[in-house]
């Protein structure tokens, strides 16, 4: 069984993710893969220079993430670009990790894909768990783990799909507005119910 795991900002993906490793499920996770993919020497670092000029390069060979983000910004063309370089080749490790994972005999594999939904993704997993929260509850966590002003939080949250239809597109769905062992509790109802072995 894959298992899509998705939510919002601040609502304790993160958190979920781990705790799903400590259990000893196979995690894939589509953050870690897309920084690995841009890797000095990597396919896709040299199509991301030669797409937007060898100043998107610090002089160690490694991404500038802070000189991409300001070209792309406020450039829909030029971030449909860079998504069409940097997208193909996260998917692709992303599959196969998943392979190998079932290849080794895992019965469940967790895919950490913070825009499942984003990047249409559902036909990846088998099962779809939205990791979800309040909006206060978010805005809450950006200001106290990021130090953004209220509006800085709210822009960071009204950027993402909403969580409300992230939440009707999921099979089961954690609500993370309280303590950890709650969190953790609804988490082992839902894989007891999955039947979701390691």
């Not at 983000?69 to 971030?79: A, M, P």
């Not at 249409?120 to 805005?139: E, F, G, H, M, W």
């Not at 783990?145 to 099979?171: H, V």
Request: glycine share 6%; no cysteine; proline share 4%.
């Amino acid at each position: 069984m894959i298992i899509g795991l998705t939510g919002s900002i601040a609502t304790g993906k993160s958190t979920v993710s781990r705790m799903l490793k400590q259990k000893g499920f196979p995690i894939v996770d589509a953050d870690e893969i897309s920084r690995l993919v841009v890797e000095p020497g990597s396919p896709v670092l040299d199509r991301i220079a030669q797409a937007f000029g060898a100043d998107v390069l610090l002089p160690d060979g490694a991404l500038n993430r802070e000189k991409l983000g300001s070209l792309i910004f406020n450039d829909e063309e030029k971030r449909k670009m860079l998504n069409g370089i940097v997208h193909p080749a996260v998917r692709e490790e992303m599959i196969r990790q998943k392979e190998e994972w079932l290849d080794k005999g895992a019965n469940t594999v967790i895919m950490d894909i913070p825009l499942l939904f984003e990047s249409k993704l559902q036909s990846y997993v088998d099962k779809i768990l939205v990791v979800s929260a309040t909006p206060t509850i978010q805005r809450e966590r950006l200001i106290a783990r990021n130090g953004y002003s209220t509006e800085e939080a709210d822009a960071r949250i009204n950027s993402q799909l909403p969580i409300a239809e992230k939440e009707l597109g999921a099979d089961a769905i954690i609500i993370n507005n309280g303590t950890l062992e709650e969190t953790e509790n609804q988490l082992d109802e839902i894989l007891l119910e999955w039947k979701a072995q390691i």
